[in-house]
């Protein structure tokens, strides 16, 4: 409401003009114009104490609720006749107001549940409904609905959500339920005295930790009981057990868990409160994408303050700069899947194999917010409360079914798999696969069988005598034909679409630029943990990676150099050939990588299996050892730091500076090795730069 402080008002029809343009932004004359009054006629003398009265009771309402009591209050002075009238008048008003404070309080109790932003959406809407409806029966029905729906559909949390808002409260929840588990186990084991069947033990431990809907990675239980009780050996599920013990009783494993727990709760509801969609904000809220964002930010910040350092080599050389130059930059990560794309087309072209592309989405419940042809977003019915999560899960375990029905039915296949939001963040997947010609329509109907096995009757689809033609939309094709285009053409537009948006116009989904969607798209992959991109069949792409580290020819193993000389150059045709062909088994590819093991090097005092090359014939080092993150203590000058670059890439022998165009025919001498350095791929490959 209007708030009087500090107004120098002296007269009822100054005070009258300055509240209506405060309440209902209007000047006098309109406001006279819409209630047929005159305002010198209303308020005079003593009346101003009515007035007075009016302002400080409804003080309290929102603007929305106070307006109509204020403009019926003055309407009803025209009629009033004596001091019974006039309190009469009052009465009334005191009924109103008290009932809608009611209404306001039981509000306020629904919505101290839910997370700010999303709660102040609901309250908008519910004050909409409210100012509709002022008896407040048909508003608290949608409200207690709409809470309750929000509260049954989102994961659990045994503590109200704003307990968990800040990095403070995350990290004292953490400690709380780390020692919940921690006291548990003591109990169990009597300070670790005593030997605990471990199946009763892992589940009587992770108990506060199922209260989230969270647990680290486990056997499965009763299997394992079954093997114990047979004497079978256990000692791959005893090490999960254990890994998993560690973990429960961890601060730090809980202070993520938490913080997941909470981007993944406040990101649901607000998909529910209609702030994910099209028209709004797609793909993610803006809440969800500021905090992106600025945690990239602060990442890029800390990037840029440290440095890598290899003392036992004398190599010094900036973190940001081997983060730009590796797979983590969305430009060379791109490119990559272009180059790797490419290459399955060529050998699809040489082996005989036909492509097809594939779009697949969930069902309608799946969806929350559908969108209008207009391209408005409207509240799906159907909908029962899934997260995009959940229903990536549920295209991964149809996809599962698909290839085992492939192996089954001897089906070959290789390509790439995209995943990108709807509007309202719900995921669907691009596919681009190759097939033998023969085997091509009995994959496309294997595909489908799959994509439509549930709630077919949306679809009207009665049965199994349906064909792919009919599924549109939950599942769509398209044979390749390379007449019109190539195939790596379909992908590329999701591929940029899903980066960086280079090169894409206009997001119609997002309705805005591609760069500007692109970055709506990276958060919403990482609030969500879904993993955009997904080699299908071929080569491991991490020991092309490796190969690509190594410049100097490898001499006396000739699979592994004819490997490395076609990654070198970008050849990933080449590269899988070199790697045991299209068909070879991954178990059976003849070059691999080289590891060792750092025994009890994580913060769960595990080992931890290091990369240090690839191996074949032979083993060939990648990688050098002894690198560590410092913190620069004397600012140096640009040449100096250019210099100590140009050093530490001159001696590292991990780093391929191949430029990834296989058409590039420069020489290493025509570039200095400034330059080279920011073309490497993947000196180093922190994690950290990924938010």
Same mark, same amino acid.
């Given at each position: ?182 006291? *548990? ?26 209260? =989230? ?20 050996? /256990? ?17 730090? =494993? ?14 649901? *509801? ?132 698909? !290839? ?116 709506? /798209? ?21 020991? =092309? ?57 994580? !913060? ?18 990648? !990688? ?31 780093? %391929? ?12 001498? %025509? ?21």
């Amino acid at each position: 409401m209007f708030c009087m402080c500090n107004c120098n008002i002296n007269s009822g029809e100054q005070l009258l003009s300055v509240l209506i343009q405060g309440v209902c932004a209007m000047n006098v004359k309109e406001f006279e114009k819409q209630l047929g009054v005159s305002v010198a006629d209303i308020f005079q003398g003593k009346a101003n104490n009515d007035l007075v009265w009016l302002v400080n009771t409804l003080d309290s309402l929102p603007d929305c609720l106070s307006y109509p009591l204020f403009a019926d209050f003055i309407s009803g002075y025209l009629s009033l006749n004596g001091l019974q009238s006039i309190e009469s008048l009052k009465h009334q008003v005191r009924i109103k107001v008290d009932n809608l404070k009611t209404n306001l309080n039981w509000m306020d109790s629904q919505l101290v549940r839910l997370p700010q932003d999303s709660a102040n959406t609901l309250k908008k809407m519910y004050l909409k409904k409210l100012e509709r409806y002022p008896n407040g029966r048909s508003p608290n029905i949608w409200l207690r609905k709409k809470v309750k729906f929000i509260l049954s559909s989102i994961r659990k949390c045994p503590i109200p959500l704003h307990h968990l808002s800040s990095e403070v409260s995350r990290t004292d929840n953490a400690y709380e339920w780390s020692n919940r588990c921690l006291k *548990i186990l003591e109990n169990l084991t009597e300070n670790q005295t005593k030997q605990v069947d471990p199946v009763k033990l892992i589940t009587a431990v992770k108990q506060p930790a199922e209260q =989230w809907d969270i647990c680290p990675r486990l056997p499965d239980l009763e299997k394992m009981q079954q093997s114990l009780t047979q004497g079978d050996d /256990v000692t791959y599920q005893l090490e999960l057990i254990a890994k998993a013990l560690v973990r429960l009783i961890n601060v730090d =494993w809980w202070r993520s868990q938490l913080t997941k727990v909470y981007q993944q709760y406040k990101e649901h *509801i607000a998909i529910i409160v209609g702030k994910v969609r099209s028209g709004v904000s797609a793909y993610v809220s803006q809440s969800t994408l500021q905090e992106y964002q600025a945690r990239k930010k602060a990442n890029t910040e800390w990037l840029k303050m440290i440095m890598l350092v290899n003392e036992q080599h004398e190599l010094e050389l900036p973190l940001i700069k081997a983060v730009q130059a590796s797979i983590s930059n969305p430009v060379n990560r791109k490119i990559e899947l272009m180059v790797r794309m490419r290459g399955f087309e060529q050998l699809a072209e040489e082996n005989g194999y036909v492509g097809e592309f594939y779009t697949w989405t969930a069902p309608s419940k799946y969806h929350c917010w559908n969108k209008s042809e207009s391209g408005k977003g409207y509240y799906n019915s159907s909908y029962q409360g899934a997260t995009p999560s959940d229903t990536q899960k549920y295209l991964c375990k149809q996809w599962s079914k698909v !290839r085992a029905k492939f192996a089954r039915k001897e089906i070959e296949t290789f390509g790439f798999r995209v995943v990108e939001p709807h509007h309202d963040g719900t995921p669907h997947w691009h596919l681009l696969l190759f097939f033998k010609p023969e085997q091509v329509e009995l994959a496309r109907q294997i595909i489908c069988e799959y994509a439509v096995e549930h709630d077919k009757d949306e679809l009207n689809i009665t049965g199994d005598d349906f064909k792919p033609e009919d599924c549109n939309p939950r599942f769509d094709f398209k044979a390749i034909d390379p007449a019109k285009g190539s195939a790596t053409g379909y992908l590329v537009k999701y591929i940029a679409k899903n980066i960086d948006g280079a090169y894409v116009d206009i997001d119609f989904e997002a309705e805005s630029s591609g760069k500007h969607a692109a970055e709506g /798209v990276a958060a919403w992959a990482s609030t969500w943990r879904i993993r955009q991109f997904q080699q299908i069949g071929g080569a491991p792409v991490t020991v =092309w990676r490796e190969l690509r580290r190594r410049r100097q020819a490898i001499t006396n193993d000739d699979i592994l150099e004819r490997a490395r000389k076609a990654a070198d150059s970008a050849n990933w045709q080449g590269y899988i050939e070199a790697n045991g062909g299209l068909d070879c088994k991954q178990g059976n590819r003849p070059v691999k990588l080289a590891k060792i093991v750092n025994e009890a090097a994580n !913060r769960y005092g595990e080992d931890i299996i290091k990369i240090i090359g690839v191996m074949a014939v032979k083993k060939v080092q990648t !990688r050098l050892e002894g690198w560590e993150l410092h913190k620069p203590q004397v600012e140096n000058s640009k040449a100096e730091r250019e210099a100590m670059i140009s050093d530490a890439l001159r001696s590292l022998s991990s780093g %391929s500076c191949a430029p990834w165009r296989s058409d590039n025919n420069c020489t290493e001498e %025509s570039e200095d090795l400034y330059s080279q350095f920011e073309k490497q791929e993947n000196i180093v490959e922190p994690d950290c730069y990924l938010a």
